[in-house]
């Protein structure tokens, strides 16, 4: 077990490098393209953080191991809630983007209990899979579009103030968006690869593994960016990524997944949508108060997924 560990505290140091300069690039391309760095979060810091997920899922999936494919789907929701939202509170108190309150969080939750619903009775087939897919299309339509034109100069002055330590052309920041996410993915799939080991030789089933090693292992990529973006005090970012990311985990990977491979789901049970739909559900009220979400609330869900992990880990 040394080596597996010492291959995780590798991987671990790769996330965090690879987030750096994905957060470095994107910022700054935000600002040259004119879009606001609220939908820059939402979209493409999101999605692009979220592909080892879809990666794990369809290489799973592919290979017959389900519960690993929609564990890691609804874990990382949950993970992405509980722990990366908790921590970058803890860092920083996040500024909430009216948007977010009034559109993206709530989508969040009614795909939530709609895939919930969807997976009731367990499986989700293709036509299922593509209407996720589509959905996800219509989401970054009616994200992008709007987007350069609600660029306001108050989205620009804030990040004035904390100017990312960006390249100065838009090559070299494509250069350190690519280079950041292909680091974040190695990171994160040896990350995975070896924890699932780890978790194997204790005897841990293929649906908790999903839900917790791998999910979190696939999340690492959205933790070290949004703990990144907190640090920088670029808050859209920090939690644009986290809204993001859910909506994407939805949407974009469980919809591919289920097109290509239909879900049957066997061990990944009704409790954990039911936590991941609550998480949604409880995010609302704490981004209204105040317009922003605070330390004792990033305790408060930190606290909630240790509930989670504890009911859901075996003794």
């Known amino acids: 077990m040394l080596t597996e560990s010492l291959l995780i505290v590798l991987s671990i140091g790769l ?5 750096e300069g994905f957060v ?9 393209l004119k879009i606001s760095p609220f939908a820059i979060g939402l979209t493409l810091v999101a999605f ?6 879809l990666v794990v899922s369809l290489q799973a999936a592919s290979a017959g191991h389900a519960d690993i494919a929609l564990g890691n789907i609804v874990g ?7 722990i990366i939202l908790g921590i970058s509170a803890l860092i920083c108190p996040i500024p909430v983007n009216l948007k977010i309150v009034k559109f993206d969080a709530p989508l969040a939750l009614l795909v939530a209990a709609i895939f919930s619903l969807m997976i009731a009775d367990g499986s989700v087939g293709r036509i299922g899979g593509i209407a996720l897919v589509a959905g996800l299309i219509a989401y970054l339509v009616f994200t992008f579009l709007p987007s350069r034109r609600e ?5 620009f002055a804030k990040i004035d103030a904390h100017p990312p330590q960006a390249p100065h052309s838009i090559m070299l ?7 950041g996410l292909a680091t974040l993915i190695s990171g994160s799939h040896l990350l995975v690869t070896q924890a699932t080991v780890v978790a194997q030789h204790f005897g841990v089933n293929d649906a908790i593994i999903g839900l917790t090693i791998v999910a979190a292992g696939t999340s690492m990529p959205e933790l070290s960016t949004s703990i990144v973006a907190a ?3 670029q808050s859209d970012i920090a939690i644009g ?3 993001g990311s859910n909506l994407f985990n939805i949407l974009g990977i469980a919809g591919l997944t289920c097109t290509a491979y239909p879900i049957i789901n066997t061990n990944v049970t009704m409790v954990d949508y039911l936590v991941m739909v609550f998480l949604s559900a409880l995010l609302l009220p704490l981004l209204w108060t105040g317009k922003r979400l605070i330390r004792i609330e990033g305790s408060l869900l930190i606290g909630l997924y240790l509930c989670y992990l504890w009911y859901l880990w075996p003794n």
């Open 15 to 19: 996330l965090l490098f690879g987030a």
């Open 24 to 32: 470095r690039g994107s910022s700054a391309l935000a600002i040259r």
């Open 48 to 53: 692009g953080t979220s592909l080892p997920e």
């Open 76 to 82: 990382s929701n949950i993970f992405n809630i509980g």
């Open 151 to 155: 660029a306001t100069q108050a989205d």
């Open 173 to 179: 920041d494509l250069v350190f968006i690519v280079a």
């Open 231 to 233: 640090l920088r005090k």
């Open 241 to 243: 990524n986290v809204v």
